[in-house]
């Protein structure tokens, strides 16, 4: 789905309202940036006086100078612009568009310049030095006093600028985009855009009534990185980026860096700067204790816009927290919470990779979010699209006027799929803006994983290509070595400045070494998510019970392959929507048996090896697909309704199963390695039944068996370990409470001398009809 196609403001359009200046002096709220921080409005006749004695003209403006700066091509407006010593004096030089009149004022000075015309104004004063100056600018009906944006040195430092050259500027955040300061002893904003291709880059918004000729920025030299500091610019100012492309057009852009944007469908980023006080320490500090793949980890998939529609970032900070941790989810994944201009792409359609969306609030009031499931002890994992990004041409698209964060090759910049941009992996400023972004989720909002999207479409060359649509790698293979490495990277950086964080692949194919360490040759996640099971186990829940003889190792299937990564059983949105029906609506029968056979795979599902993943709705077995237009169906769950006790039933087990599988290390200590799990019926395909052992590294166990038969099974004969001498039931599906038939067992079991399933002892019990069933010793 591709995203909404929002059309890209022009200069012209912004600038409406800035065609003509003010009648009057703007009223304080409507001042621009500069004046809200240290301008008086006055009357100019109260402080107009005749010229300095000796002001005489400054040195003419070339005409090519003048032509470049009015049309926003001028690489370097500093030269030309603001105070400058000359032989015979100080020449200045200030671009005020629609000003009456520029004086410059200093203790003991004050001088008018001389109208040049377009808004230019200069003087040559009879000074021997630059003085600490300010600007007093006369527009119709009042005066704004400033200081000259064109007097300041560079605000970025060059060590920024080398590491930004070299592609390894792990704090990217920090050196590019809109950032509040204090420079040269004067507060504004510094605005720092990557955009080599550029002939000149303005910086516009609403403190110049979205006027750009009057902020023109320098370039930085072979960094491709334009710069200009805005004294008295601060927080809460909008702003974009006027471009001039080579071929002498402008583009009016959002700022790929913005860590604020404006709530959709607006397009403008918004000047900001974090004031959260963190009170999760203790989280932070305790998180990486124990490796991810050994530890219970259970993840509630949430798309927070429609979890409960009309939240907002804090109120959510309220109600989900306790919502999760009473249902004993270890984690929350969110959806992409970036900025994305189309709701109906749920995020994987990406335009602002720094912003979180501005839907819920600001980016304080989403920290605020985090750590309140922080301070509940629940993890935070977010949904991160390197994969891709759309052609909204006020975004990231030929952002410069030609590929830039996209593929030089026209082949390999086009998804196939999504109608969006593929970035170039090989650039390596490219690459830097992603694995810095990774780490600017979890350094500065605390996140706890990243869940990378499409690894499949990022990995292969040829992924939904067809021939002749794609060209081989240098070795003449499919793979993409350029995404390869941008993944080792962004793996190894992140693991090494974010302790206690885990990544996540979803990763369709047998790509091997996915969840193995880059310096053994992997790519470095720390889980991926096995979309085979996924696919494999629904197949056969899908069928009927008289059918699904017929399909009984799409259940056990798994196993062939369980140790070859590190897994996450994921039941994500991607299956409840598109026609695809929500879970329980995948089964077969009337609804006691839809819901049982609900109960009875999440019962398997959560003692399977893998970690697991249950997207929000499907806790209560809702029957509708979901919609990110409304949400879960919470009515189902109100007492009015007369089904409300079969979907808290369900809830009630999802409840059990994530608090008895916190309680049991032999569900989770051992996921990854064969030592952690055994067969004891594999093959009783007739009877739909399957069974197995867990067992934790002081050797406890725990057995599961599942009958997705809907009849009673009585007498069922099991093999079980000889040395344990009874055996209990600590969770059943088919419980009343959870909306069963109540089929259980009454008392303890005590293995027989009797061979069963190749192991010398067995138990006989009574299976609940679609139920699972888990013992312990």
Known sequence: MSAARQPSPTVREEAASAAAPPAAAPPAAAAPAPARASARARTPRARRAAPAPGVRP??????????????????????????HVQ????????????????????EGLRAELHDDGDGLFSALLPLTGVPDYRLLVSYDGGEIEMHDPYRFLPALGELDLHLIGEGRHEELWTALGARPMEHQGVSGTRFTVWAPNAQGVRVTGDFSYWDAVGHPMRSLGSSGV???????????????????RPDGSHTLRADPMAQYAEVPPATASIVTASHHRWQDAEWMAARGARPHHQAPFSVYEVHLASWRPGLSYRQLAEQLPPYVKDLGFTHVELMPIAEHPFGGSWGYQVTGYYAPTSRM???????????????????????????????????????????????????????????????????????????????????????????????????????????????????????????VALLKEMNAVVYRRCPGVVTIAEESTAWEGVTRPTDAGGLGFGLKWNMGWMHDTLRYASKDPVHRKYHHHDMTFGMVYAYSENYVLPISHDEVVHGKGSLVSKMPGDWWQQRAAHRAYLGFMWAHPGKQLLFMGQEFAQGSEWSE???PDWWLLDSAYPAAGDHEGVRTLVRDLNRTYAAVPALWERDTVPEGFAWVE????????????????????????????????????????EQVPLWREVLNTDLEPYGGSGVRLLQPLRPEPVPAQGRPASVRLTLPPLATVWLRP
Request: hydrophobic fraction near 40%.
């Open 58 to 83: 400054a040195p003419a403006l070339g005409a090519g100078d003048r032509a470049r700066l009015l049309e926003g091509r001028h690489h370097d407006p500093h030269a030309v612009l603001g105070a």
């Open 87 to 106: 032989q015979d004096g100080v020449s200045f030089r200030v671009l005020r568009p629609y000003a009456k009149a520029v004086t410059v004022v200093a």
């Open 226 to 244: 334009w710069e200009l500091f805005l004294p008295g610019v601060g927080e809460g100012t909008l702003y974009k980026y006027d471009i001039t």
């Open 361 to 483: 609030g600001g980016p304080d009031d989403f920290r605020a979010l985090v750590d309140a499931l922080h301070q509940a002890g629940i993890g935070v994992i977010v949904d991160w699209v390197p994969a891709h990004f759309p052609r909204d041409d006020w975004a990231l698209a030929e952002f410069d006027g030609r590929p830039l964060y996209e593929h030089q090759d026209p082949r390999r910049a086009s998804h196939p799929d999504w109608g969006t941009l593929e970035f170039d992996y090989g650039r390596k400023e490219v690459r830097n803006f992603l694995v810095a972004n990774a780490v600017y989720w979890c350094q500065e909002f605390h996140v706890d994983g990243l869940r990378v999207d499409a690894v499949a479409s990022m990995l292969y060359l040829d992924y939904s290509r067809g021939e002749g649509e794609w060209s081989p790698n240098e070795h003449g293979g499919r793979e993409n070595l350029d995404a």
């Open 629 to 631: 237009s409304h949400g």
């Open 682 to 721: 594999a093959d009783a395909a007739d009877d739909n039944v399957f069974a197995f052992l867990r067992y934790a590294h002081d050797g406890s166990q725990l057995l599961c068996v599942s009958n997705f038969s809907p009849v009673v099974r009585h007498g069922y004969r099991l093999g079980v370990p």
